[in-house]
Each structure stands twice: as C-alpha cells, then as structure tokens.
C-alpha cells in the first residue's frame, strides 16, 4: 500500500501551500492519517492528524490545518502564513491505530518501518 503526496513547492514566506495525500487503488477507513515533517538536521515531527489533536510541533497551532475528504480519499494539510522555518520535507502516514502509537510523535528519521508512508514532499519557504 502506498500513500502519495503532492502539492509541495516554494514559496515566500506568509504564503500558503495545501498539501494532499491519497491512497491510489487502497482506502483507509477507520485508519488514522495524519502528517510528519523533517527539517535538515531535525527530528521527524508528527503535526497532526484526523483522529488526534495532538502535534509535536507547536508553531503548526493556527497555522496548520488537516482536513479529511472521504469522497476523494486525500487527507491534506492547509498551511497557512508559512515561515523559513516550516522549511521541511513532508510526509503522508497511515496507521491502523493512532499514529502516535503505531509510529510515534518524534522519530530520527522517518519514514520508519511501522504504518504507511508517502514517499515526501518538499516544501521550501525562503
């Protein structure tokens, strides 16, 4: 099973960038699904995802939203007002249980060897 991202890019900062994850061919349903992200240097963060409100990456309160849409089988992330610091490669996860307990909230490196992953996308905020 592979997730697939899209939407990443460059931008400027105060801009907006949504990011989509689908499941081609697969469905999720009653998985949880959320998104990571890992800045060079940094540990992979867990941002959030549909069935927690838990995030690993405080600055995200306000900013980022995570939206499911079950008709088209993508769950996005809506960044808003991005910042330098946002800069990061961004990943897709999926778990049959809560993703901070199948993958966890702050890994070395990611993607890890538990749940399901996209292959990232970059987002650049300069």
């Known amino acids: 099973v592979q997730l697939v991202e899209s939407g990443g890019g460059a931008v400027q900062a105060g801009e907006s960038l949504r990011l989509s994850c689908t499941a081609p061919?697969?469905?999720?349903?009653?998985?949880?699904m959320g998104w990571y992200r890992q800045a060079p240097g940094k540990d992979c963060l867990l941002i959030g995802s549909?069935?927690?409100?838990?995030s690993a990456v405080p600055s995200a309160k306000g900013r980022f939203t995570i939206s499911q849409d079950k008709g088209k089988n993508t769950v996005d992330l809506q960044m808003e007002k991005l910042e330098p610091e946002d800069t990061a490669v961004y990943y897709c996860?999926?778990?049959?249980?809560?993703?901070?307990?199948?993958?966890?909230?702050?890994?070395?490196?990611?993607?890890?060897?538990?749940?399901?992953w996209g292959q990232g996308t970059q987002v650049t905020v300069s």
């Open positions: 996860a999926a778990g049959k249980y809560p993703l901070t307990v199948v993958i966890g909230h702050a890994l070395s490196n990611c993607p890890v060897n538990a749940g399901y």
């Open positions: 061919g697969s469905t999720f349903d009653g998985f949880d």
């Open positions: 549909i069935k927690s409100t838990y």
